[in-house]
């Protein structure tokens, strides 16, 4: 059986990773600051443990005990003032001992908006209110592409309307790009919590992306 440990387990993205894995008969180890919420799911199969992607033993142990690390964590500073960026040489030096998959919930922003154009965040229209976060999971990304470890990771940017601002509804497709915004033909970018999950489940279950970044769309 598949275990896959998701950092942020409980969140927008990955809990919706969670209930497709567990769809599909996978073992999940759900990994957050406050451990099982009230309300969490029962089910054959998940685990919730208390923790932290900053914590280096810990993740250690996970990447000795699943077959691959998600990390769906906001880029953003945490409470305490650390960085998610920082927990990636304990995270990718982790894997590559155990031969661990390493996926990462990443951000539309650092895709670029037409072939040779600029990225999403360099736009004149990017909230400047978003570009610390955005920036973020940019250099994030930069860094796991000048990685030196080996690790198998891989990085996928959802669809440029896509959060919990905007659910959508499950249609069970998607289409996969490489560093270029997916758009509709009507010029919109977006892609629901479900078919999120269905595409990060599917690079699981049938890996095709090593060490890259990927998008997802309709």
């Known amino acids: 059986m598949t275990t896959i440990a998701i950092f942020g387990g409980t969140g927008y993205a990955g809990s919706a990773i969670r209930d497709e894995a567990l769809r599909r008969g996978f073992r999940v180890i759900s990994v957050t600051r406050s451990g099982a919420p ?15 992607v900053h914590d280096a ?6 990447a000795a005990e699943a077959d691959v690390i998600v990390v769906s964590v906001r880029f953003s500073p945490q409470p305490d003032g650390n960085r ?5 040489p304990a995270l990718t030096s982790a894997c ?36 610390p976060e955005a920036g973020s999971a940019a250099d994030t990304l930069d860094l796991l592409r000048a990685d030196a470890t080996g690790a198998d990771w891989f990085f996928v940017s959802p669809a440029r309307e896509f959060g919990s601002y905007n659910p959508g509804e499950p249609l069970g497709r998607y289409r996969v790009g490489g560093d270029v915004l997916l758009t509709d033909e009507t010029g919109k970018s977006n892609i629901s ?26």
């Open 84 to 88: 998610l960026i920082d927990a990636f």
């Open 38 to 52: 009230a309300d969490a799911p029962q089910a054959p199969g998940l685990e919730f443990r208390h923790g932290n």
């Open 96 to 131: 590559a001992a155990d031969g661990t998959r390493l996926g990462v919930v990443g951000g539309a922003a650092s895709l670029l908006v037409s072939d040779g154009g600029p990225r999403l965040i360099d736009t004149p229209e990017f909230p400047d209110a978003f570009k």
């Open 193 to 218: 919590g479900a078919d999120f999950a269905l595409a990060i489940v599917d690079e699981i279950d049938n890996p095709v992306h090593h060490r890259t970044r990927f998008t997802v769309a309709y």
């Open 57 to 62: 033993a810990l993740v250690g142990r996970v």
